[in-house]
């Protein structure tokens, strides 16, 4: 079992940053693909970015170049680095971790963290 905590979100100014944390443990998380999802009012759940288990990233479309995911498997955690924001990126940032074991997907997500792009 795989317990992830969000951290880092809050309130920012158009064109701001924002850097969010998720902090794994109760599992091995190195062997972890590890993704950012969202959630704006009334929509659905996004993919935002994915980092697999071996250090290979994507992103959303709109997101590259203006997001970073990175992860440090020692201090089992994974980061968002949001740069010039928009109203649009305003949402609820979830933290998912992935894995296929033998024939089973293995899936945990985590709180949420409410990121608000406003001036």
């Known amino acids: 079992q795989v317990q992830l905590v969000e951290s880092g979100g809050g309130l920012v100014q158009p064109g701001g940053s924002l850097s969010l944390s998720c902090a794994a443990s109760?599992?091995?998380?190195?062997?972890?693909?590890m993704s950012w999802y969202r959630q704006a009012p009334g929509e659905q759940r996004e993919l935002v970015a994915t980092?697999?288990?071996?250090?290979?990233?994507n992103y959303r479309g709109s997101e590259k170049g203006r997001f970073t995911i990175s992860r440090d498997n020692a201090k089992k955690t994974v980061y968002l680095q949001m740069n010039n924001l928009k109203p649009d990126d305003t949402a609820v940032y979830y933290c998912?971790?992935?894995?296929?074991?033998?024939?089973?997907?293995?899936?945990?997500w985590g709180q949420g963290t409410l990121v608000t792009v406003s001036s």
């Open positions: 998912h971790a992935y894995r296929i074991a033998g024939e089973t997907e293995v899936s945990y």
């Open positions: 109760g599992g091995i998380f190195s062997i972890y693909d």
């Open positions: 980092i697999t288990s071996g250090g290979s990233t």
